[in-house]
């Protein structure tokens, strides 16, 4: 029987993967009459939206709206994210948690052009997903219902095996099946594994079988490649002298990246909802512009707005890893990010060698890098005022030494 408040019409996130495939022909089951606005954002997932508008007919949908949406995610999220130099937990560039928001975005605005009084999405009541895709709707429409199959009480697929035997059921073609069961998302930054092997802390993964875009580094070129990335206040804009918009810049980096193995995690990270997960992350592209991004920033940002900056960065990523993008405290920190790296223009040499991505070079007209100072010559330079420098600096130390003798 249908909710006494059941929604009209739905606008889902829609991905053509496993679980939003089967969650279409499930919600003309679960709320009878209503009418379904499958949602597909092209972040730069390859050949993954090939028919997509079709398969969502076909499993349910009354309405496909397909966005290409690569540009925007890289000028106002990735760079915005790599101004900040977020990474989560040491190792994670948050390839999946900056596309949510993005997505849920643009579903608030195709329910407002459809007319639809709901919004859906396929992720689990498990992962961090679902969290980032009801945050941004709450943020941006408050109004709209939120419609989360996977949190239904009366949703019967539990697991990844039911919803394959679901899909079959209803002659859904799906991407995968039941002896390559790799749970991935893929866009423009990134592309994530998870699942079989991947989930067991005491295996290595199977690396020919999940990585996509990245050479594993063992296969790797035996000669290493130098890659020269220019900035502008803290934006990359050209490759190898190159000038690219953002969203073909990511690409190009991607493609030089991924052939010498750069930007592979490995890692168990702490999902918000509390437990521990494990994943394998390609972000060849991205690995790249945080190794030159930070050279920039070593020679341009003054010592202590930088140290200042690093712990923002933590703070960045953790508001980007937990959903909240729209946070008005996000926002804030972006003003900061911005403002320090409105000096951060110049270009940096990049070395790649069988996983490795190394910064060897960096110049920028905004240099704080004096060479005279930092050489051993004492010219321009008061030796004299250090021993008095020391003295003070350290007093609280001294006095404290000196109390442990009494």
Known sequence: ??????????VLAYSGGLDTSVILPWL???????????????????DELKGIADKAYKSGADEVVVADLRQEFAEKYCLPMLRAHAVYEQDYLLGTSIARPLIA????????????????????????????????????NPALQIIAPWKD???????????????????????????????????????SHEGAEIEHPDQEPNWHKCLTITTPPDKAPNESEVVEVSFEAGNPVA???????????????????????????LLVEN????????????????TILY???????QITIERDTLHYKQQVALKYAELVY????????????????????ATATGTVKVRLFKGRAQAIAATSPHTLYDPQLASFSMEGYDVTAARGFIDLFGLPMKVAAQAKKW
């Open 28 to 46: 003309k089951e679960r709320y009878p009459g209503v009418k379904l606005v499958a949602f597909a954002a092209e972040l730069g997932q390859g």
């Open 322 to 341: 937990n959903g909240q993008w729209f946070h008005p405290l996000r926002e804030g920190l972006q003003a900061f990010i911005d403002h320090t790296n």
């Open 271 to 286: 999902r918000l909802v509390g437990m521990k997960s494990r994943g394998v992350y390609e972000t060849p592209g991205g």
């Open 1 to 10: 029987m249908a909710d006494k408040q059941a929604p009209k019409k739905i």
């Open 153 to 191: 009480p009366s949703f019967e697929l539990r697991d990844r095996e039911s919803a394959i035997e679901y899909a079959e059921k209803h002659n859904v073609p799906i991407p995968v099946s039941k002896t390559k069961i790799y749970s991935q998302d893929r866009n423009l930054w990134h592309i």
């Open 239 to 265: 490759v190898n002298g190159r000038k690219l918009v953002a969203h073909d810049l990511i690409a190009e980096l991607n493609k030089i990246g991924g052939k010498h193995g750069v930007g592979i995690a």
């Open 291 to 297: 190794e030159a991004h930070k050279a920039l920033e």
């Open 105 to 140: 975005a643009k579903q608030v605005e195709v329910a407002a052009q459809t007319g639809a009084d709901a919004v859906g999405h396929g992720a689990t009541g498990k992962g961090n997903d679902q969290v980032r895709f009801e945050l941004t709707y709450m943020a941006l």
